[in-house]
């Protein structure tokens, strides 16, 4: 079927996901003070093993990609810097505080990605940060998103691959608002304060994302889709498209190509909405493969950064880990191994064969490749990682 194995191999291995480093400890991060999670974010499940310091968490990202072929970066939030004794505010975050970070993903060879933390605080309490009505608690957020801006160019600048830094802002109402626009208003004007101080876009890369509702704010979401599709077109960052924030039929597979029309980058936050949850560990499910698809068939991959947004506290943290990183790259491997002959049967106008080819290219032998590239790349083969992620369960989760 014109399907050339070694190509997509190496391929595949030369993309890298950004692997979210709060799946590791259920979004607490290593701040003092305890602060509920808020943010219309909510993590499930108890499952024995939580890493509860930067040590821990490093541990847990070292087994985890040590099971996912290729080579990699983690994504931080503010919320994980190494703050010492003293208690320090996000508003007095510096690069200092993410050293610890930067020397072992540098060990590592990762690149590292960043985000600015607008939840779990006390000035996120009422539901709005960057567009509270009160102007001292919006110029806390911005300077906690600039700080942040700064932390992600200095992650960049020392690993030398530019680093995201992705603005999600939570603030919505619960219910119906009265003014939708004046909301709206200021979180444009906060976002171009936050934006405002220059950085090589070696080093640093914006982005932000749009979400639909969260947990207590149903009514309406003052980043909305249209507000950061416009805002990112306009300001020329990266739109950060989050697979679990839209409604449960549509699909950000076809918004790849749209958007990239109009937008020099995306980063994509792969994740699996379930009824209410947007954040289900990633499964190899028909939107996952039509996600990858899309990235592969734009040949976008030098535009499109890959991120994984999940959490789960229900089952094992490696695990999820590992479950969701492998299937992203299985569908990608998949969208990489597609027929060349599906793409020729629609340029000459033959729309049952295309449909026909597609349906046959469904039970192409992709396993066999994957396993091919696993064993080259030294992770274990098909469901043996299962046995090293117990190992370290037993020696190590277990005794937390
Ligand atoms: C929330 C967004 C956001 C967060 C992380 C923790 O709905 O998806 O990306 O999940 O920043
Ligand atoms: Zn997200």
Not at 27 to 43: K, P, Q, S, W
Not at 116 to 127: I, R, S
Not at 176 to 184: E, F
Not at 213 to 220: L, N, P, Q, T
């Amino acid at each position: 079927m014109g399907v050339d194995a070694e190509e997509a191999m190496q391929r595949l291995g030369a993309l890298r996901l950004s692997l979210h480093c709060w799946q590791g400890d259920d979004v607490t991060g290593f701040e003092r003070g305890t602060a509920e999670l808020g943010g219309g974010l909510a993590v499930t499940g108890n499952h024995p093993g939580r890493a509860r310091t930067p040590s821990e968490l490093r541990d847990d990202l070292d087994q985890a990609l040590a099971l996912i072929p290729g080579r990699h970066r983690v994504n931080l939030h503010a919320m994980y810097g190494e703050f010492g004794r003293r208690p320090v505010d996000r508003d007095q975050i510096e690069p200092s505080h993410f050293e610890g970070w930067i020397d072992w993903a540098r060990t590592r060879g990762l690149g590292l990605d960043f985000n600015p933390t607008c939840f779990a605080h006390p000035l996120a309490d009422d539901g709005f940060t960057l567009s509270h009505p009160d102007p001292a608690v919006r110029a806390f957020w911005i300077e906690h998103c600039r700080r942040s801006r700064r932390v992600a160019a200095a992650m960049g600048a020392a690993l030398g691959t530019p680093c995201v830094n992705n603005v999600w802002i939570p603030d919505g109402f619960k219910d119906t608002p009265a003014d939708r626009l004046a909301p709206r208003e200021r979180l444009k004007e906060s976002l171009d304060a936050v934006f405002e101080e220059r950085h090589p876009a070696e080093h640093l890369r914006d982005a932000i994302e749009p979400k639909l509702f969260g947990i207590g704010a149903e009514s309406c979401t003052v980043a909305s889709h249209e507000f950061c599709l416009g805002y990112a077109i306009t300001r020329l960052t990266l739109l950060c498209l989050d697979a679990g924030h839209f409604h449960p039929t549509e699909s950000i597979a076809d918004k790849i190509s749209s958007t990239l029309l109009w937008l020099p980058e995306l980063l994509l936050h792969v994740s699996r909405g379930v009824r209410w949850d947007s954040d289900h560990v990633v499964t190899l499910n028909d939107e996952l493969l039509a996600i990858a698809r899309e990235v592969i068939a734009t040949r976008a991959t030098g535009r499109v950064h890959l991120g994984l947004d999940y959490f789960d506290a229900s089952i094992n943290r490696i695990g999820a880990w590992v479950i969701g990183a492998r299937n992203l790259q299985k569908a990608l491997l998949v969208a990489l191994l597609e027929p060349p002959a599906i793409r020729h049967a629609e340029i000459a106008g033959d729309r049952t064969a295309r449909l026909a080819l597609q349906e046959e290219s469904r039970s192409l032998p992709w396993g066999e490749v994957w396993d091919e590239f696993c064993r080259r790349h030294d992770v274990p083969v098909g469901s043996a990682w299962i046995e090293s992620m117990r190992q370290y369960e037993r020696r190590i989760l277990s005794s937390r």
